[in-house]
């Protein structure tokens, strides 16, 4: 299959997954009446407004990552084909993902309790700022910094380029 076809695929189920989330019914959508002040509306917590929130979080999350790593391999790709660099994007997104799904169960966690702090800040935090911000794309930079002769502009590639170029700046030939 296409890799562009697949990358519709993904945009469409990203498209949607947000049509779900938003048209969605809440159960405290537009509040509840607050024990001490009739005049202010009091919402419940995140668990109890959106039941499914977590799910839907990580389901989009989860989509938008492919669809991320389906662009990159989109710029690799010759003749229609991943090649060698399939398997690295296939670390690259499970890796991600693994992160990811651990940002969303520690958010999930401290939603109704207390956060657990780490380096004095909130959980989730701490795996966004040293787990996911430094660890992917530094991957995925090295990667490209260590494999782009071999597999993105590969010496035949450039043979081929000289020779385009050859062609051209040579002058026509006069036919008169």
């Known amino acids: 299959m296409k890799l562009s076809w697949i990358l519709l695929g993904a945009l469409v189920t990203m498209c949607l997954i947000l049509g779900f989330i938003l048209v969605g019914e809440t159960h405290y959508g537009r509040g509840i009446e607050h024990a001490e002040n009739p005049a202010m509306q009091q919402s419940g917590t995140i668990s109890q407004s959106y039941p499914s929130g977590l799910w839907s979080a990580w389901l989009l999350g989860s989509v938008e990552i492919l669809l991320f790593l389906l662009c990159l391999g989109l710029g690799t790709q010759k003749g229609g084909r991943l090649g060698r660099i399939k398997v690295p994007l296939l670390v690259a997104g499970l890796l991600y993902l693994t992160i990811y799904s651990l940002l969303l169960v520690l958010s999930g966690a401290a939603v109704d309790q207390a ?7 909130p959980a989730p935090s701490v795996v966004m700022m040293l787990g996911l911000w430094p660890v992917i794309p ?24 000289q020779r385009l170029l050859e062609i051209q700046r040579t002058p026509p030939e006069d036919t008169s």
């Open 115 to 121: 956060p657990l702090l780490v380096f004095s800040f």
């Open 138 to 161: 530094l991957y995925l930079v090295l990667l490209y910094y260590l494999k782009f002769d071999s597999w993105i502009l590969t010496p035949d590639d450039r043979r081929k380029f």
